[in-house]
């Protein structure tokens, strides 16, 4: 068990569904990410959240909505997506970002295709 | 051109074999390099952490190198299992304000057959 849990494992959805993936820690950590990673692509950092507060937005299109209700949970609200959105989506938590010892530990992501 | 390059993109080597993968960066200053391995289907794992005065870190069968001049990293892999068979990522944390940034390389995927 990784200690973050996301769900659904799998999700298809059209292009003009609204769906909603969830993302729980169990570590006690104070950040939260979203990351998309397609194939053979490098990972892409979307959002983080530190103390419930979003830090960071990386030119993210606005179909991708993010909510942080406290440290141990987060969201990613999806809707009228394009097909290039297929990805695995991946959640992660860290004590700090980006402190020298605070490895992200990351959830077993989300496949979203959509259709 | 992605700041972070690995290389080989993927690899095949027989069980019981030693394997190293490159990761070569031109991201500059850097806190630390990290290595993850991610099983199909799951997400990444950390191996190592190492900072930038650090030039070697082991985890197991797992030895991971840093050669700061060169901008060079290695993972060196002994007496491979079928369970090392995944993808295998360097992660450079480039000093950007308070708290970091982190660049990805692309992976390399291993296959190690019996």
């Known amino acids: 068990e990784t200690g973050v849990t996301q769900t659904p494992r799998h999700l298809v959805m059209g292009m003009t569904n609204k769906k909603s993936l969830k993302c729980e820690q169990h570590l006690g950590h104070n950040a939260m990410y979203w990351y998309k990673q397609s194939a053979k692509k490098p990972l892409e950092l979307m959002f983080v959240?530190?103390?419930?507060?979003?830090?960071e937005n990386n030119s993210v299109p606005s179909r991708f909505s993010p909510e942080c209700p406290n440290s141990s949970h987060l969201f990613l609200h999806l809707h009228t997506l394009q097909p290039e959105d297929s990805a695995l989506y991946l959640c992660?938590?860290?004590?700090?970002?980006?402190?020298?010892?605070?490895?992200?530990?990351f959830g077993n992501g989300t496949r979203l295709t959509v259709t | 051109k992605n700041q972070v390059e690995q290389s080989p993109q993927s690899l095949i080597i027989l069980e019981g074999k030693n394997c190293t993968l490159q990761c070569n960066y031109t991201v500059s200053p850097f806190s630390n390099l990290r290595w993850y391995k991610q099983d199909t289907g799951r997400g990444p794992v950390s191996l190592t952490i190492m900072t930038f005065s650090e030039n070697t870190k082991s985890n197991g069968r797992y030895t991971a190198t840093l050669d700061a001049d060169t901008k060079q990293s290695s993972l060196h892999i002994t007496a491979s299992q079928l369970s090392d068979s995944a993808s295998y990522i360097c992660v450079v944390n480039l000093l950007f304000g308070n708290t970091g940034k982190l660049i990805f390389g692309q992976g390399t995927t291993l296959q190690v057959k019996p």
């Open positions: 992660a938590s860290s004590q700090v970002p980006g402190a020298n010892n605070s490895p992200l530990h």
């Open positions: 959240y530190n103390f419930k507060e979003q830090t």
